[in-house]
């Protein structure tokens, strides 16, 4: 088998006795994509359709992620219907967030969903929020089932890398680089803002491949007069580009609230603010993030076939890894301290 390597679990938690005949006779996997979408998803679920056809399993789709699970927005998918989406950014499945979810009665109603159509186990691509919805759904129903790590964000435990972040971070460069060009013939200052609600990853990368000169992220507090006196030691020594790349979700506030405080210290300087937004969310997936995807995919459905459940399948250090749930919920990846603190080096 191709799974030798994987993180130590609780047997007895993720194995219950009464599971064994279920897991090991798998006949349909219900498939959705929740949360925020990520360039990458499509080729997830290709990979996972095509894996579970080839192996004579049925894959029934589901719309709206949770959500269409309770509305019973169910397909039964074929390998025709995965043709031609690998170089597709979004997800054809649709993805939603779902309050109803997390209540016993929307559980309650799509556990019947499931067993109207008699699925078996489930496929589910996203982050945080699905991962959670799924150690809930679990605790009531014991189905089986295998998450795939498909966030921009890059911030779940249990994988080097999530679904979408390449593309996402590779949008950013090619947007900061072209802010840059704009920057250097004007003698300007830009602020540009990255998505990352909860963590700096796309921020982090996107800025040091650019050379940006400050990088501001979630993780670490923003001491602005620092920020402001790195602004004022590069006009004093008449550098005319500054870049500053900030994350949506740093503690002192996003490019706009960066941009008035820059104003009011150097009312001369010409500063402007950009907002890179959803763009970061489209687009066709690298090859990174192509492979990465199938790869997964396809590892999901072979967890699924050996009695794996209740876990997320990640890659680390190039080996197919498999965390639980609730490891992935309770731990946010680590930031590599090396790049931390190349942000000031590299800055001078």
Excluded: W
Excluded at 30 to 44: F, K
Excluded at 159 to 174: L, R
Excluded at 196 to 220: H, K, Q, T, V
Excluded at 223 to 239: F, S
């Amino acid at each position: 088998m191709i799974f030798k390597t994987e993180l130590y679990i609780d047997r007895d938690l993720y194995f219950p006795e009464n599971l064994h005949h279920i897991m090991s006779n798998i006949t349909k996997i219900g498939l959705l994509t929740s949360g925020g979408d990520s360039p990458g998803m499509n080729a997830a679920i290709r990979a996972i359709v095509r894996t579970a056809i080839y192996y004579g399993i049925e894959v029934y789709g589901i719309r709206r992620g949770y959500q269409g699970m309770i509305e019973g927005d169910i397909f039964k998918m074929q390998t025709t219907d995965v043709a031609n989406i690998i170089q597709r950014g979004g997800t054809i499945l649709k993805t939603a967030r779902s309050k109803a979810f997390m209540t016993d009665e929307g559980m309650n109603t799509a556990y019947e969903q499931l067993q109207k159509h008699s699925i078996d186990a489930l496929a589910l691509i996203g982050g945080d929020g699905t991962f959670r919805g799924a150690v809930s759904f679990f605790k009531k129903y014991a189905i089986p089932a295998i998450g795939l790590p498909g966030t921009i964000d890059k911030d779940l435990a249990g994988t080097d890398y999530t679904i979408g972040f390449d593309t996402a971070v590779n949008t950013a460069v090619e947007a900061i680089d072209k802010i840059r060009d704009t920057a250097e013939a004007h003698d300007r200052l830009f602020i540009v803002e990255v998505m990352g609600r909860d963590a700096g990853y796309i921020a982090l990368n996107s800025g040091i491949a650019c050379g940006a000169e400050d990088i501001l992220i979630p993780e670490l507090v923003t001491h602005t007069e620092e920020v402001l006196k790195r602004i004022d030691y590069d006009e004093k020594r008449k550098k005319t580009v500054h870049i500053l790349v900030v994350a949506e979700g740093d503690d002192f506030g996003g490019a706009e609230d960066l941009l008035k405080l820059v104003k009011q210290r150097f009312p001369k300087l010409d500063t402007r603010a950009t907002v890179l937004g959803h763009i970061q969310r489209g687009g066709s997936p690298t090859y990174a993030d192509r492979v990465l995807a199938s790869r997964l995919g396809h590892a999901a459905v072979n967890a699924l076939r050996d009695g794996k459940t209740q876990m997320m399948v990640g890659l680390i250090n190039g080996k197919l890894v498999y965390t639980p749930f609730e490891n992935v919920v309770k731990e946010n990846a680590k930031m590599s301290d090396d790049m931390i603190e190349m942000i000031r080096v590299l800055a001078i």
